[in-house]
Nanobody, 127 residues
Framework: DVQLVESGGGSVQAGGSLRLSCKVSANSYKDYCMGWLRQVPGKDREGVAALDSYGYISYADSVKGRFTVSHDNAKRALYLEMNSLNPEDTATYYC??????????????????????WGQGTQVTVS
């Protein structure tokens, strides 16, 4: 059973920074594909950043150069460092993960956003 718990959301002024964390509770894992996605009510969910244990990292064009995704193996946690925030970044942010997938499987998951496991979401508001 895999559980994801996000934290770190909040309200910030434009130009500010936030760091989101996602604690992964699962049996020991080696291979993983994880991502951060966000959603605004009435709009489609957007993939923000994705990474996997095979070295792949990707970002949405809208956040490139401002956001950094990382995974800490020892802490079993996924992070999203967000800088130069603007009001368009306001959304509920979700972390998502699949464990034990192949590299090809991870590519499919990150593209389709069909992760097996999701966090409860954390709100980010930029004014």
């Amino acid at each position: 059973d895999v559980q994801l718990v996000e934290s770190g959301g909040g309200s910030v002024q434009a130009g500010g920074s936030l760091r989101l964390s996602c604690k992964v509770s699962a049996n020991s894992y080696k291979d993983y594909c994880m991502g951060w996605l966000r959603q605004v009510p009435g709009k489609d969910r957007e993939g923000v950043a994705a990474l996997d244990s095979y070295g792949y990292i990707s970002y949405a064009d809208s956040v490139k150069g401002r956001f950094t995704v990382s995974h800490d193996n020892a802490k079993r946690a996924l992070y999203l460092e967000m800088n130069s925030l603007n009001p368009e970044d306001t959304a509920t942010y979700y972390c998502a993960a699949d464990l034990g997938r192949s590299r090809l499987g991870c590519e499919t998951v990150s593209t389709s956003q069909l992760y097996d496991n999701w966090g409860q979401g954390t709100q980010v508001t930029v004014s």
